[in-house]
């Protein structure tokens, strides 16, 4: 069982950067492959980045290549969503989710985090 408490959401101007954080509990956070998604109102979950459990290994969303980096510190069991030159097309619910297999699917996360709003203006 892992629990997720995503934070860091806020509303910011266009061209700002927010890092999100995402705390895991359990000892076994380690073993996990890590998502960040994000959903808009009216619009289906959207993939952002993943990442492995060793870190070694990112992927991100066509959105956000380039302009967000996914991180993580097994130490603390965090997980990190660097987001900069941010657009009012980012405003969302951001979500970060857990599983044992890599991947940029919603449906192949099996925990997620209750969610952080982030709130772009022009």
């Known amino acids: 069982q892992v629990q997720l408490v995503e934070s860091g959401g806020g509303l910011v101007q266009a061209g700002d950067s927010l890092r999100l954080s995402c705390a895991a509990s359990?000892?076994?956070?380690?073993?996990?492959?890590m998502g960040w998604f994000r959903q808009a109102p009216g619009k289906e979950r959207e993939f952002v980045a993943a990442?492995?459990?060793?870190?070694?290994?990112?992927s991100y969303g066509n959105s956000v290549k380039g302009r967000f980096t996914i991180s993580r510190d097994n130490a603390k069991n965090t997980v990190y969503l660097q987001m900069n030159s941010l657009k009012p097309e980012d405003t969302a619910v951001y979500y970060c989710?857990?599983?044992?297999?890599?991947?940029?699917?919603?449906?192949?996360?099996?925990?997620w985090g209750q969610g952080t709003q982030v709130t772009v203006s022009s």
């Open positions: 989710a857990a599983d044992q297999l890599y991947s940029a699917y919603v449906r192949s996360y099996k925990y």
């Open positions: 359990g000892r076994t956070f380690s073993s996990y492959a």
């Open positions: 990442i492995s459990w060793s870190g070694g290994r990112t």
